[in-house]
């Protein structure tokens, strides 16, 4: 099997990289070397390429700074996306397309089921919705959530370097969704797509956490591992006293019931994951 995938150095692409089939032939490329806003690069590059399969783990992430650039974030997160399903037609390539629990409002209170009604409150939001309807009925589309690795910038790494710098962080408290290890999503994603799943499905890792929540299992397992040798007091503060440009929903935990059927079996708790992840930054240094 040949597959290209697309945004290969962001957490998730060197997740998918990390985590492909043995025997598979990868094609990685980021903005550097395919601009997938550009629609006749990304024909050219499949027609070349002729993957059996293409993973877009490209996006326009910068949640804050969407609100003054929906244009951009539009055309990275949405018209792009329709860009790569239509290249990927053409040479027949399965499509596997990314989306985010930020399309939802929040104001469930059980866990959004895949066909749950949209009502994105952001401009990051409203243009990853919008890709989800490019990206066709024949895609493999997965919302997550709460991404983090070992690399990048992710909410574990920042906790762990502000923990280590200041006596005590303020973490929101009164929003709800679930963490997800990258390497666990992109295994997923091969998973799925080797055995043909189309349609719109939801990942996460299993279980539910506040970021306060969060924030206290990255201190404890990080003292734990020896990340960190001191600990910081972490104080639980409403959303309201930390505004940002872009609204967030404020329960966002995703239904996985179809994505557990597709696996064979429900993803690992999002506690288990974090000690793996505390447990590779500790041995890669």
Not at 18 to 44: F, K, N, R, Y
Not at 133 to 160: C, E, H, K, S
Not at 165 to 170: H, Q, S, T
Not at 229 to 256: C, E, F, G, M
Request: proline share 6%; hydrophobic share 45%; with cysteine.
């Amino acid at each position: 099997m040949k597959a290209v995938i697309v945004g290969a150095k962001g957490q998730l692409g060197r997740g998918l990289q990390a985590t492909a089939p043995a025997g598979a032939v990868l094609s990685c490329v980021d903005v550097d070397e395919l601009d997938i806003t550009q629609a006749d690069a990304v024909q050219a590059y499949l027609a070349q390429e002729r993957p059996d399969l293409l993973l877009n783990a490209a996006a326009y992430t910068a949640v804050d700074k969407a609100e003054q650039e929906e244009d951009l974030a539009l055309a990275i997160n949405g018209t792009a996306v329709g860009t790569l399903a239509d290249a990927a037609r053409a040479v027949g390539a399965r499509f596997v397309h990314v989306s985010t629990d930020f399309v939802f409002d929040g104001l469930a209170g059980v866990p959004y089921a895949p066909d749950a009604p949209t009502a994105p409150l952001s401009a990051y939001g409203r243009t990853k919705l919008v890709g989800e309807q490019l990206a066709g009925p024949d895609a493999l589309i997965v919302r997550t959530a709460w991404v983090y690795a070992p690399t990048g910038g992710n909410f574990v790494r920042t906790m762990l370097r502000l923990m280590a710098e200041r006596p005590e962080v303020r973490v929101v408290a009164d929003q709800i969704g679930t963490p997800t290890y990258a390497p666990g999503l992109a295994a997923a994603l091969w998973t799925m797509a080797a055995a043909g799943v189309t349609g719109l499905h939801h990942y996460t890792d299993a279980g539910a956490a506040s970021w306060y929540d969060f924030a206290v299992a990255i201190q404890e397992e990080a003292l734990a591992s020896g990340l960190l040798t001191q600990k910081a007091t972490v104080i639980p503060i409403p959303t309201s006293a930390y505004p940002t440009p872009a609204t967030r929903p404020h329960y966002s935990v995703l239904d996985k019931a179809s994505t557990f059927e597709a696996l064979g079996g429900p993803t690992p708790h999002w506690r288990d994951n974090l000690r793996v992840m505390m447990a590779q930054i500790k041995e890669q240094g």
